[in-house]
């Protein structure tokens, strides 16, 4: 609101609605992830290592979607977590390939439970027909901004 009480132009804006559930998504994404000793973003490092184990730095980053120096930190916080550990890659005597440890692969289980809860959460009292409109739009939604 304004100083004198009235919305902005800005926030009336589909975006902005979106921009506010994303915020709210990803502070309940992460208040679940904590129960866990995660920090949001962290599970999306371990997805992608649940689905191919062994990735170098620059494919999580490619995967991801954020810069290299991103990953880095985030691994290192993994690392100190004893949910991954890196080695090298035997077939290139300079690259580092990242590997889940037991902790780290025990985890995918627990980390599915905190996105369903939030997922329940997110859409109580919508119908699978409204859920599927909606995962549909954003996926056209991301797509039109990929194209950037």
Request: net charge neutral; hydrophobic share 40%; proline share 3%.
């Amino acid at each position: 609101m304004t100083s004198a009480g009235r919305t902005t132009a800005i926030e009336e804006t589909t975006g902005f609605a979106l921009a506010k559930a994303c915020r709210a998504h990803r502070v309940n994404v992460g208040v679940a992830l904590a129960g866990v000793g995660l920090h949001v973003g962290q599970e999306m490092v371990l997805l992608e290592l649940w689905k191919e184990d062994g990735l170098k730095g620059g494919e999580l980053a490619a995967r991801l979607g954020v810069e290299p120096p991103t990953v880095t930190r985030m691994l290192q916080r993994l690392e100190g977590c004893g949910l991954v550990e890196r080695r090298r890659d035997p077939a290139d005597a300079r690259g580092v390939r990242v590997y889940l440890t037991e902790k780290g692969r025990a985890l995918e289980g627990p980390v599915g439970e905190c996105w369903g809860g939030v997922e329940e959460k997110t859409f109580r009292g919508m119908s699978e027909e409204e859920k599927a409109l909606l995962c549909g739009l954003l996926a056209r939604v991301r797509e039109n901004l990929r194209a950037v």
